[in-house]
């Protein structure tokens, strides 16, 4: 039997991700910038006071499973496990850096709820995270979003909501490597989500997994969040087991090709996207339009894609699907398109949205002549009036200008 190749189990979207953050944005340069030592050294101190370290005399039991776990997914690093008072059902890494041992916090409730198995794959998800380095990014996200002066762009924003999932996704492929059985994740996930045990409620994986199929005609506006939903993660662990990726599976395996293929279909559950008519129109408007103004120079200045990102982000989690056009010409088809549209249908939202299209010219603090022609072409094509057009441009040129 093959052995697990772990430089493979990560989620390959995941890596994408991250490599997108840490190069496209010059994320990667903050790593070693972060000199965390003595806030971890005051971390230690408080878990040291305010919970209990395991070991073999004061928890033989646990501690037992928590090096079980680390020896399966042969982690070599140090890791302190910490048991904290907590009501609530909760398991965290902390990354040590090299300046102490990593830490693993487990909450006494959880620990009182969950079974020796359950943990397992608890203990093996933290392992995850530590494995695949995810706290390098996360300290970057709290730096970024915690600052005061300046808001972090709608993209940077999205992309780190999208990888914080699939790192979820990633860690829990530790998890299953720990404890291989579906059943078990699904109470995990099945407590997780009702807050009680098996003896309140009767566990079935096959009557819970149903709840996918509600989930499935949600509107994803109501849906979309920072992690991923229980059900869409024990789906994408149900996926893995069969892969090629765990070779100890024994039944037909499904290739890494239709694994990363399916498992990104599942995790498009997470994503919100246009709901009605009138927002799928405005977003084609946004794209075409706002892409067609933005090219004006032929080129797209930083601040033009900023914009045209936070437009889209009011109507979807992922504006660059909308975004993606193999050459101009599709541009300028689907701009003639949309215009079309909204002389037709009569709609006065052509309006609002013409001012967007002024806003995406004028965000980078000038109207060219170019731009400037380019949108008494659209009002023309919109049958929007000279004295309207050019209130409208006045205006929104005072604003942003």
């Given at each position: 039997?093959?052995?697990?190749?772990?430089?493979?189990?990560?989620?390959?979207?995941?890596?994408l991700?991250?490599?997108?953050l840490?190069?496209?944005?010059?994320?990667?340069?903050?790593?070693?910038?972060?000199?965390?030592?003595?806030?971890?050294?005051?971390?230690?101190?408080?878990?040291?006071?305010t919970g209990?370290?395991?070991?073999?005399?004061?928890?033989?039991?646990?501690?037992?499973?928590c090096?079980?776990?680390?020896?399966?997914?042969?982690?070599d690093?140090?890791?302190?496990f910490?048991?904290?008072?907590?009501?609530?059902?909760?398991?965290?890494?902390?990354?040590?850096?090299?300046?102490?041992?990593?830490?693993?916090?487990?909450?006494?409730?959880?620990?009182q709820?969950?079974?020796?198995?359950?943990?397992s794959?608890?203990?093996?998800?933290?392992?995850?995270?530590?494995?695949?380095?995810?706290s390098?990014?996360?300290?970057?996200?709290?730096?970024?979003?915690?600052?005061?002066?300046?808001?972090?762009?709608?993209?940077?924003?999205?992309?780190?909501?999208?990888?914080?999932?699939?790192?979820?996704?990633s860690?829990?492929?530790?998890?299953y490597?720990?404890?291989?059985?579906?059943?078990?994740?699904?109470?995990?996930?099945?407590?997780?989500?009702?807050?009680?045990?098996e003896e309140?409620?009767?566990?079935?994986?096959?009557?819970?997994m149903?709840?996918?199929?509600?989930?499935?005609?949600?509107?994803?506006?109501?849906?979309?969040?920072?992690h991923?939903?229980?059900?869409?993660?024990?789906?994408?662990?149900?996926?893995?087991?069969?892969?090629?990726?765990?070779?100890?599976?024994?039944?037909?395996q499904?290739?890494?090709?239709?694994?990363?293929?399916?498992?990104?279909?599942?995790?498009?559950?997470?994503e919100?996207?246009?709901?009605?008519?009138?927002?799928?129109?405005?977003?084609?408007?946004?794209?075409?339009?706002g892409?067609?103004?933005a090219?004006?120079d032929?080129?797209?200045?930083?601040?033009?894609?900023?914009?045209?990102?936070?437009?889209l982000?009011r109507?979807?989690?992922?504006?660059?699907?909308?975004l993606?056009?193999?050459?101009?010409?599709e541009?300028?088809?689907?701009?003639?398109?949309?215009?079309?549209?909204?002389?037709?249908?009569?709609?006065?939202?052509k309006?609002?949205?013409?001012e967007q299209?002024?806003?995406?010219?004028?965000?980078?603090?000038?109207?060219?002549?170019?731009?400037?022609?380019?949108?008494?072409?659209?009002?023309?094509?919109?049958?929007?009036?000279?004295?309207?057009?050019?209130?409208?441009?006045?205006?929104?040129?005072?604003?942003?200008?």
């Amino acid at each position: 039997m093959r052995t697990i190749e772990y430089s493979k189990l990560r989620f390959e979207e995941e890596e994408l991700l991250v490599k997108i953050l840490e190069d496209t944005f010059a994320l990667k340069s903050y790593y070693d910038i972060f000199n965390n030592e003595e806030e971890l050294k005051s971390v230690v101190n408080s878990l040291h006071s305010t919970g209990i370290k395991l070991n073999k005399i004061i928890a033989p039991r646990l501690y037992q499973i928590c090096s079980n776990v680390k020896n399966i997914l042969n982690y070599d690093e140090d890791i302190d496990f910490y048991i904290i008072s907590s009501v609530e059902f909760n398991a965290y890494s902390i990354n040590g850096f090299g300046y102490v041992p990593h830490m693993i916090c487990l909450t006494s409730s959880l620990v009182q709820i969950f079974t020796d198995e359950e943990l397992s794959f608890v203990i093996g998800h933290e392992i995850g995270h530590l494995m695949f380095k995810h706290s390098q990014l996360l300290l970057v996200n709290h730096l970024i979003t915690s600052s005061k002066s300046r808001k972090p762009s709608a993209q940077i924003l999205n992309l780190f909501a999208r990888w914080n999932k699939y790192a979820e996704i990633s860690s829990d492929r530790a998890g299953y490597i720990a404890q291989p059985d579906l059943g078990t994740i699904g109470k995990v996930f099945f407590k997780l989500a009702s807050g009680l045990s098996e003896e309140h409620l009767n566990f079935n994986i096959a009557e819970y997994m149903k709840q996918l199929e509600y989930i499935k005609e949600m509107p994803r506006s109501e849906f979309y969040a920072s992690h991923p939903n229980h059900l869409v993660r024990l789906k994408c662990l149900e996926l893995f087991s069969k892969s090629i990726l765990y070779p100890k599976c024994p039944e037909s395996q499904v290739t890494c090709k239709d694994l990363l293929a399916e498992t990104y279909d599942i995790l498009g559950l997470l994503e919100y996207h246009p709901q009605n008519e009138d927002q799928k129109c405005a977003v084609e408007f946004i794209a075409s339009v706002g892409m067609y103004v933005a090219l004006a120079d032929e080129k797209i200045n930083p601040k033009e894609s900023e914009s045209l990102y936070n437009l889209l982000s009011r109507y979807t989690s992922q504006p660059e699907i909308y975004l993606a056009f193999k050459d101009f010409q599709e541009v300028i088809e689907r701009k003639n398109a949309i215009c079309k549209y909204y002389v037709q249908t009569k709609n006065d939202l052509k309006y609002n949205l013409f001012e967007q299209a002024v806003y995406i010219a004028v965000c980078d603090g000038k109207l060219d002549e170019p731009e400037k022609n380019l949108l008494i072409e659209i009002a023309n094509r919109l049958q929007i009036d000279e004295n309207r057009r050019n209130q409208i441009i006045l205006n929104i040129s005072y604003h942003y200008m």
